[in-house]
């Protein structure tokens, strides 16, 4: 059975490293590196969350 492996929410490549997610208002992004999370908070500034916003939905 083949192993479902993450897509960069940015450029469709494998997501190989943890650690480059955003937070969002259309659900958590996660990205192959630096560069495309970057390039997406610039695109998509208006969306993105900060983590003290996500604390308090849990809330």
Excluded: S
Aim: glycine residues 8%; contains cysteine.
């Amino acid at each position: 059975m083949k192993e479902l492996k993450k897509t960069c929410d940015l450029c469709g490549l494998a997501v190989e490293t943890i650690g480059f997610n955003l937070h969002t208002n259309e659900g958590d992004k996660e990205f192959c590196c630096e560069g495309c999370k970057g390039i997406y908070q610039m695109l998509h500034e208006d969306i993105i969350l900060d983590t003290a916003d996500k604390d308090n939905e849990a809330n």
